[in-house]
Nanobody
Framework: VQLVESGGGLVHPGGSLRLSCAAS????????MCWYRQAPGKERELVAT???????NYADSVKGRFTIARDNAKNTGYLQMNSLKPEDTAVYYC???????????????????WGQGTQVTVSS
């Protein structure tokens, strides 16, 4: 299983970006999908979460500006970021709980996977 983020880049304050996270491999199902970010010298923080049923949750710092979504048919998650601020500058990581069916053991096993990260820079 592999998670690949895309969509990062350089944007002016007030601008928008849309991040994507595509999961690939022998996937049976995906539980919650999350976006984290890590700015230089800071700890990684949870930005947004979406459950398999579509329930969402956001960090206070991004509420009203960011929207998390997913396309279960495509095994892809999204993070729409509007009204970006310089303090949003960070490497953004996708995280997902992915279920893979083990044919030999006949069980559905879930593991946590991370993408490689995509840089978002908000600067004038």
């Amino acid at each position: 299983v592999q998670l690949v983020e895309s969509g990062g880049g350089l944007v002016h304050p007030g601008g928008s970006l849309r991040l994507s996270c595509a999961a690939s491999g022998s996937i049976s199902s995906i539980n919650a999908m999350c976006w984290y970010r890590q700015a230089p010298g800071k700890e990684r923080e949870l930005v947004a979460t979406i459950t398999s049923g579509g329930k969402t949750n956001y960090a206070d710092s991004v509420k009203g500006r960011f929207t998390i979504a997913r396309d279960n048919a495509k095994n892809t998650g999204y993070l729409q970021m509007n009204s970006l601020k310089p303090e949003d500058t960070a490497v953004y990581y996708c995280n997902a709980g992915v279920g893979v069916y083990d044919v030999r053991r006949r069980i559905l096993e879930y593991n946590d996977y991370w993408g490689q990260g995509t840089q978002v820079t908000v600067s004038s």
